[in-house]
């Protein structure tokens, strides 16, 4: 069985840093694609970035490009969220989401945010006052 589990939410000052940890089990982490997504108050869910364990290959959306870092630890086999430079828009419950497949999605490529992740965390809540 598959568990996905986030951690190091929080609240921040605009301008501060967190980091989110996303511990994996029940799969070979070390060949999956590893998501993160997160949902602001009355929005959709939308991808923040992903890393290709198996390529160490990461992909961000264009509105925290310099600002957050994937990076895992596959001995761990947790994925972690850097996040400096935090902004008030950043609020939102974040998500780590593992596909049902090794096969896809590919971290580099345009649509691994609309691919189908089948694994998901609970959530962790990141807060950001200015």
């Known amino acids: 069985e598959v568990q996905v589990v986030e951690s190091g939410g929080g609240s921040v000052q605009a301008g501060g840093s967190l980091r989110l940890s996303c511990t994996a089990s029940g799969f070979a982490f070390d060949d999956y694609v590893i998501a993160w997504f997160r949902q602001a108050p009355g929005k959709e869910r939308d991808g923040v970035g992903c890393i290709s364990n198996s390529e160490d290959i990461t992909n961000y959306v264009d509105s925290v490009k310099g600002r957050f870092t994937i990076s895992s630890d596959n001995a761990k086999s947790t994925t972690y969220l850097q996040m400096n430079s935090l902004k008030p828009e950043d609020k939102a419950v974040y998500y780590c989401?593992?596909?049902?497949?090794?096969?896809?999605?590919?971290?580099?490529?345009?649509?691994?945010?609309?691919?189908?992740?089948?694994?998901w965390g609970q959530g962790t809540q990141v807060t950001v006052y200015s």
């Open positions: 989401a593992v596909p049902s497949s090794h096969f896809g999605p590919i971290c580099g490529a345009p649509g691994w945010d609309g691919f189908t992740y089948t694994n």
